[in-house]
């Protein structure tokens, strides 16, 4: 299966700032996503990150909150904008298309986010 | 809507026991199932994946079978180990061999001791 990195791998950030996140593969990838792990709670997925084009958000996510980035087929980006205490979670990419069927998705390490 | 159902935590365990976490399901399609373990202060790593019904998905000793008829996913370790002490996602890909979303329970934390 493909390595995933993302960084910042934890930050701690102000009410009212933003932060982006980005996710990098060692291969060319299909699909990647983007999930929110909120504390002690189940992952629930934020958005599909598509590759040249907008990514697809899943109902309760919005654009303008969670903006996300697709330049190419290894790299994506989100970014929490005008953040409050209620951002604070783990957040994961996940990418299918490395070896593991097209219904298989691994996961990066996360991105723990705390705000203030 | 398709969901996943797991067993609560958390599961306290003595070294050697055998492991039982319950998961079911509900799906409209023919759904891919999976496993997923997250060990403290990591991400997720897949443990193992069913993509029909009676496939057996295992790996470290740990199984589950894809049970159409009673629509579940239950994941099973003969002899546990401290070090398989982590919270343990049963989750499902709605439609087998798409390209979909994953849809996750509630994760199910099991602390073994020695």
């Known amino acids: 299966s493909a390595v995933i990195s993302q960084k910042p791998s934890r930050d701690i950030c102000q009410r009212g700032t933003s932060l982006t996140i980005q996710c990098q593969v060692d291969?060319?990838?299909?699909?990647m996503f983007w999930y929110r792990q909120q504390p002690g709670q189940s992952l629930t997925l934020i958005a599909t990150?598509?590759?040249?084009?907008?990514?697809?958000?899943e109902s309760g996510f919005v654009i303008d909150k969670f903006p996300i980035s697709r330049p190419n087929l290894t790299f994506s980006t989100l970014t929490v904008s005008n953040m409050s205490p209620e951002d604070s979670s783990i957040y994961l990419c996940?990418?299918?298309?490395?070896?593991?069927?097209?219904?298989?998705?691994?996961f990066g390490p996360g991105t723990r986010l705390t705000v203030l | 809507g398709d969901s996943v159902t797991q067993m609560e935590g958390p599961v306290t365990l003595s070294e050697e026991a055998f492991l039982t976490i319950n998961c079911t399901y509900t799906?409209?399609?023919?759904?891919?199932l999976f496993w997923y373990v997250q060990y403290p202060g990591e991400g997720l790593q897949l443990l193992l994946k069913?993509?029909?019904?009676?496939d057996k998905g295992s790996n470290k000793g740990f199984e589950a079978t894809y049970r159409k008829e009673t629509t579940s996913f239950h994941l099973e370790k003969g002899s546990v180990q401290v070090s398989d002490s982590a919270v343990y996602f049963c989750?499902?890909?709605?439609?087998?061999?798409?390209?979909?979303?994953?849809?996750f329970g509630a994760g199910t934390r099991l602390a073994v001791h020695p």
């Open positions: 291969s060319q990838v299909t699909m």
């Open positions: 990150a598509n590759q040249g084009s907008e990514a697809t958000y």
């Open positions: 989750a499902l890909s709605p439609f087998s061999g798409g390209y979909n979303k994953l849809i």
């Open positions: 996940s990418v299918i298309g490395s070896g593991g069927g097209t219904d298989t998705q691994y």
């Open positions: 799906a409209t399609g023919y759904p891919s």
């Open positions: 069913a993509t029909k019904a009676d």
